[in-house]
């Protein structure tokens, strides 16, 4: 009897650099260094089955990744957290472990937004408030957005949820996921082009689930055992 299993982790400032493509392979070797039994995939070439829920762009911290993975049979979410939490590589924390039913969708299919913070030096908070207020009361938002056809004009004032900034700090919802998605690059590159400023630090703060036409962290999802 299988186990589904989602681990919560961060990324620090020391690897914020780290492609998508290199986090998912540190992440292999540190399930296969903890000795915890993953289970893989049939046929020629079996692979770890691992997929993350939303992954963070290059440049960008966050105190809320999910990797979501299975295990050949059931064990306590606590061993999980702990045996893997003592390799992995410095910058990455394992926050917590919990299960999910094996019948709910796959993360990555349900993510639909997710909560940034944007830091700014202290001097320029002022003008990029007044930016932000600029762009907010356009009513339309357009910028090149790359897509799997390459760049092209979209709107994106309906992917900004919310912005708020407090003192120097930028804090926003954007929409995330496989529908819908806009990076946080893609916002800071806007306030670059419209103010030649570009926040020192992004960091991700939440993810969200679409769950009953409700968003919630993947956490309080009904589906968690």
């Given at each position: ?51 993350f ?13 999910y ?23 410095g ?6 472990a ?45 910028i ?20 708020k ?19 946080p ?41």
């Amino acid at each position: 009897m299988s186990m589904r299993a989602v681990i919560k982790f961060s990324k620090s400032e020391a690897v914020k650099y780290i492609s998508h493509l290199d986090m998912l392979r540190l992440f292999q070797r540190a399930l296969a260094r903890s000795g915890l039994k993953v289970s893989y995939s049939e046929g020629y070439h079996p692979h770890m089955l691992l997929s993350f829920a939303l992954a963070t762009p290059v440049g960008v911290a966050s105190v809320c990744e999910y990797a979501e993975t299975y295990f050949e049979y059931p064990m306590f979410c606590e061993e999980i957290a702990q045996r893997l939490g003592s390799v992995m590589p410095g910058g990455c924390e394992v926050l917590e472990a919990f299960e999910l039913s094996e019948q709910y969708p796959a993360l990555m299919s349900v993510v639909s937004a997710a909560d940034y913070q944007f830091f700014y030096r202290p001097e320029n908070a002022e003008a990029v408030s007044q930016c932000l207020n600029e762009i907010s009361s356009r009513p339309e938002i357009i910028i090149m957005k790359k897509s799997k056809k390459g760049f092209r004009p979209a709107d994106i004032k309906p992917m900004l949820h919310e912005m708020k900034m407090r003192g120097n700090v930028l804090s926003c919802t954007l929409a995330s996921g496989g529908q819908v998605n806009l990076r946080p690059d893609a916002l800071d590159g806007l306030i670059f082009k419209e103010m030649g400023l570009k926040a020192e630090n992004i960091v991700r703060t939440a993810v969200y689930i679409e769950e009953k036409g409700m968003k919630i962290c993947p956490e309080q999802s009904e589906a968690r055992l």
